[in-house]
């Protein structure tokens, strides 16, 4: 299965990598050569496809717990201060996504939307200190009566251009469940309240609708 989000970009480079071949076909007589980059086209499409894929998670819901929104390693555990809407001290939890992780956003609790926002911003790369204020990104609050209230911030960078985000204010949503998309590598940090249980380290891999981050 494939992201609603990559459709367009999937059927651009089917058309480009199937045009290629007729044209390099007719054009092309040094047969290593032809061999060559038709396997080239052919890595490139293998790779976007890769990138746009949406495996199905299976979320096991609980008010009490946050789970992973991606795919990727945990770079950051650390107790900072959220300037945009906390504006306090909260406990921040960074996943680094790599491009050959999946790239959709899940939503990490259920509750109610409270706070989304876009930022325009720069591109760094993802694991600069700077990405989570200076970056293109966006932020999002989803509170539940359990556990609280949980930021996300997806993070654009050096190779994401565009960060997709469903979540409206006053929206209801569901934990697990569709919550955007990073095209092309990034990561996401969450900020937590200070008294939660921790329950991921730092390398490690996780997976997102699945893996548990924190508990009330």
Not at 59 to 64: E, G, M, S
Not at 90 to 103: C, E, G, K, W
Not at 175 to 204: C, E, Y
Request: hydrophobic share 45%; proline share 3%; glycine share 8%.
């Amino acid at each position: 299965m494939f992201h609603k989000e990559g459709q367009k970009i999937i059927l651009g480079t089917l058309f480009f990598v199937g045009g290629s071949f007729l044209v390099l076909d007719n054009t092309i007589e040094l047969q290593w050569l032809l061999k060559l980059i038709q396997l080239s086209l052919l890595a490139v499409l293998v790779l976007i496809l890769q990138f746009f894929r949406n495996p199905k998670r299976h979320t096991q819901k609980n008010d009490a717990q946050v789970i992973s929104p991606v795919d990727g390693k945990v770079v950051v555990i650390e107790e900072v201060e959220e300037t945009e809407y906390f504006k306090e001290k909260r406990l921040q939890v960074s996943i680094f996504m790599s491009p050959l992780n999946v790239h959709v956003t899940r939503y990490p609790i259920g509750g109610s939307v409270l706070f989304s926002k876009y930022h325009p911003g720069k591109y760094l790369v993802a694991w600069h200190p700077k990405a989570s204020t200076e970056n293109e990104r966006t932020t999002i609050v989803v509170e539940n009566k359990i556990y609280g209230k949980v930021l996300y911030r997806q993070i654009a960078g050096a190779l994401a251009r565009r960060i997709v985000n469903y979540a409206n204010e006053g929206q209801k949503v569901v934990q697990g469940t569709d919550a955007g998309f990073i095209k092309f590598g990034s990561r996401v940090d969450l900020f937590l309240p200070l008294d939660t249980k921790i329950k991921v380290k730092l390398n490690q891999k996780v997976k997102g609708g699945e893996c548990i981050i924190a508990e009330a």
